[in-house]
Antibody, heavy 121, light 108 residues
Framework: QVQLVESGGGVVQPGGSLRLSCAASGFTFSSYGMHWVRQAPGKGLEWAAV????????YYPDSVKGRFTISRDNSKNTLYLQMNSLRPEDTAVYYC??????????????WGQGTLVTVSS | DIVMTQSPATLSVSPGERATLSCRAS??????LAWYQQKPGQAPRLLIYGTSTRATGIPARFSGSGSGTQFTLTISSLQSEDSAVYYCQQYNNWPPHTFGQGTKLEIK
């Protein structure tokens, strides 16, 4: 079965950096697009980044563009999110999420359990 | 960017009754609309995609309808385990892949 396990969350000071990882199993990782979706405490879902199956296409919302970088290592079945210049408003649970195709313009069919990032001094 | 607006913010329905949740897009998203369910402390779960196709393992009491800018998630014969927050998401015009703000469904 599909499993997505996030790691790398924690407490970081404003202006700091953090790299999240998502270990994927139970499917052919290299064939599917992947999202990062975040959720601030008590708030709704916010899309944070998406990458195509081969890493050639990446997209971000304006709120993180230029600060966050999504990448993947298909040889390790792992998705990453490099977060720089972190702000208190980036505090959220970050979910790794699978797309049901290699295409980036689709919904999410599986979600990880999330990892909490807290940006605070 | 397309804005997704869900209503109502909170809905309280008795067990066995029907719940109707709405999602409106600021411009047409064709039929490229998904619904997710999120229970407290859990990750979201895909319920419906393509406006009306149930995801694997989703009970038949969940159904979706609509097109263009107006969409509905209907849960017939509510059960206690249906208490959750429900989100819609459009994937027609992206980026961004926008979500609605959610509807909290409470079972009386």
């Amino acid at each position: 079965q599909v499993q997505l396990v996030e790691s790398g969350g924690g407490v970081v000071q404003p202006g700091g950096s953090l790299r999240l990882s998502c270990a994927a199993s139970g499917f052919t990782f290299s064939s599917y697009g992947m999202h990062w979706v975040r959720q601030a405490p008590g708030k709704g879902l916010e899309w944070a980044a998406v990458i195509s199956y081969d890493g050639s296409n990446k997209y971000y919302p304006d709120s993180v563009k230029g600060r966050f970088t999504i990448s993947r290592d298909n040889s390790k079945n792992t998705l990453y999110l490099q977060m720089n210049s972190l702000r208190p408003e980036d505090t959220a649970v970050y979910y790794c999420a699978k797309v049901p195709s290699g295409y980036v313009g689709a919904f999410v069919d599986y979600w990880g359990q999330g990892t909490l990032v807290t940006v605070s001094s | 960017d397309i804005v997704m607006t869900q209503s109502p913010a909170t809905l309280s329905v008795s067990p066995g009754e029907r719940a109707t949740l709405s999602c409106r897009a600021s411009q047409s998203v064709s039929s490229n609309l998904a619904w997710y369910q999120q229970k407290p402390g859990q990750a979201p779960r895909l319920l419906i995609y393509g406006t009306s196709t149930r995801a694997t393992g989703i009970p038949a009491r969940f159904s979706g309808s609509g097109s263009g800018t107006q969409f509905t998630l209907t849960i017939s014969s509510l059960q206690s385990e249906d208490s959750a927050v429900y989100y819609c998401q459009q994937y027609n015009n992206w980026p961004p892949h926008t979500f609605g703000q959610g509807t909290k469904l409470e079972i009386k």
